[in-house]
């Protein structure tokens, strides 16, 4: 069975900081790559997602991830965060048998 | 350690039958949501549950419902089902009090033929 871990459980960041989440995964083959954000009493959505091609995907609000395919890795970035970025975020894989494998998420708070 | 289990992992239906799928979170638990993702789409939050009570909708059809028993393991049950229903279908856990994270199983692809 595949795996996710997300390294950083809390990461805490003053605002205008940069942000570097990871994101690593076990299985071998091909693979779709999500990164989801869920908001302080709000429902899960999609930040974005790699299918194929380029690499570095870019999502909604300033937010990029690159994929690594050597390193497994599928690492969430932001230059500049803000404090409305506080919020937890989640790393997922879909394998080939089209399963949704979540990592353990990572828990962010931006101070003003 | 226990994870969040959903059953089953791949169901395939016509259009017009009903299905159920299953959800059983990690134990003490309290709290269940469903979610529904399209091919290529964004996760559509369907309903949670929170001590056996429904604690938000979300975009769930009236064609679909859904309960949190005793043990708070939760079914999400399908009818009339629409070939626009193929989806992965997941559903996540969480402990309420303490803003525990959320645990997801790996979900349930349905497919309507």
């Known amino acids: 069975a595949q795996s996710v871990s997300q390294h950083n459980h809390h990461v805490i960041l003053s605002e205008a900081a940069s942000l570097e989440l990871g994101c690593n995964y076990s299985?071998?083959?091909?693979?779709?790559l999500f990164w989801y954000v869920q908001y302080p009493g709000q429902h899960l959505q999609l930040l974005l997602k790699y299918f194929s091609g380029d690499p570095l995907v870019k999502g909604i609000k300033g937010f990029e991830a690159e994929f690594i395919k050597s390193k497994f890795s599928f690492n969430l970035r932001k230059p500049s965060v803000q404090w409305s970025d506080t919020a937890e975020y989640f790393c997922?894989?879909?394998?080939?048998?089209?399963?949704?494998?979540f990592g353990g998420g990572t828990r962010l708070m931006v101070k003003p | 350690a226990a994870g969040v289990i959903q059953s089953p992992r791949h169901l395939i239906k016509e259009k017009r039958e009903t299905a159920t799928l299953k959800c059983y979170p990690i134990?003490?638990?309290?709290?269940v949501y469903w979610y529904q993702q399209g091919p290529g789409q964004d996760p559509q939050f369907l309903i949670s549950?929170?001590?056996?009570?429904?604690?938000d909708k979300g975009s769930i059809p009236d064609r679909f419902s859904a309960q949190q028993f005793s043990d708070y393991h939760s079914e999400l049950n399908m009818s009339s089902l629409e070939l626009g229903d193929s989806a992965l279908y997941f559903c996540?856990?969480?402990?309420?009090?303490?803003?525990?994270?959320?645990?997801f199983g790996n979900g349930t692809r349905l497919t309507v033929t």
């Open positions: 299985y071998g083959g091909t693979v779709n």
């Open positions: 549950f929170y001590e056996k009570m429904q604690s």
């Open positions: 996540a856990s969480s402990l309420r009090q303490g803003r525990s994270p959320l645990h």
């Open positions: 997922a894989v879909n394998d080939a048998g089209n399963m949704l494998t």
């Open positions: 134990p003490r638990h309290d709290t």
